[in-house]
T-cell receptor, first 115, second 113 residues
Framework: NAGVMQNPRHLVRRRGQEARLRCSPM?????VYWYRQLPEEGLKFMVY????????ESGMPKERFSAEFPKEGPSILRIQQVVRGDSAAYFC?????????????FGPGTRLTVT | AQSVAQPEDQVNVAEGNPLTVKCTYS??????LFWYVQYPNRGLQFLLK??????LVKGSYGFEAEFNKSQTSFHLKKPSALVSDSALYFC???????????FGKGTTLSVSS
């Protein structure tokens, strides 16, 4: 059973460009979470999605950031007009169902560098 | 608001000695607590969780954690450390909505041979 897949693993963008980060959850998992890890900090929740629905986006910056999880294909985190402060590791996690008892399984992350 | 604190940025232990990585939490209601480990340039790997029941939880790679409600702590322990245990360890609590995990800042464990 393949784990959570993320691509690309490393992404370099110039200021003002768009970044697209992809996440394929584990087989059988329909719940996807995105987290951001800034240098020297723990992971911060960004958004929680189910297929075709955004359930909780309380951690998403109000501007430039968006996420989707279409019926077919991976979940995508999109950052428009990137700035240097967006440089971070972005992790996707999935779970088979939502609930306080269930652990989340993490992908290897995408390391975004904005130059 | 829910929160997690890991008071030590770094823990140094000699191989073969017991290790403890500390975690305290603040929640309203029942806490659902997790430990994850992160190796360099890798994602987080789940180690163990406390939901209810026995205060001593056993997990992967010989790790265990002790839940203490009165001290609001969930310390990670291992009787005999290995050099390969050297990594970044995160404690997390589930938020009230049951969606996000709220992470501590992490503790770097360094095991010397």
């Amino acid at each position: 059973n393949a784990g959570v897949m993320q691509n690309p693993r490393h992404l370099v963008r110039r200021r003002g460009q768009e970044a697209r980060l992809r996440c394929s959850p584990m087989k059988g998992h329909s719940h996807v979470y995105w987290y951001r890890q800034l240098p020297e900090e723990g992971l911060k929740f960004m958004v929680y999605l189910q297929k075709e629905n955004i359930i909780d986006e309380s951690g998403m910056p109000k501007e430039r950031f968006s996420a989707e999880f279409p019926k077919e294909g991976p979940s995508i985190l999109r950052i428009q007009q990137v700035v240097r402060g967006d440089s971070a590791a972005y992790f996707c996690a999935s779970s088979p169902m939502t609930g306080t008892k269930d652990e989340q399984y993490f992908g290897p992350g995408t390391r975004l560098t904005v130059t | 608001a829910q929160s997690v604190a890991q008071p030590e940025d770094q823990v140094n232990v000699a191989e073969g000695n017991p290790l403890t990585v500390k975690c305290t939490y603040s929640v309203s209601g029942n806490p659902y607590l997790f430990w994850y480990v992160q190796y360099p340039n890798r994602g987080l790997q789940f180690l163990l969780k406390y939901i209810t029941g026995d205060n001593l939880v056993k997990g992967s790679y010989g790790f265990e954690a002790e839940f203490n409600k009165s001290q609001t702590s969930f310390h990670l322990k291992k009787p005999s450390a290995l050099v390969s245990d050297s990594a970044l360890y995160f404690c997390a609590v589930r938020d009230q909505a049951g969606t996000a995990l709220i992470f501590g800042k992490g503790t770097t464990l360094s095991v010397s041979s």
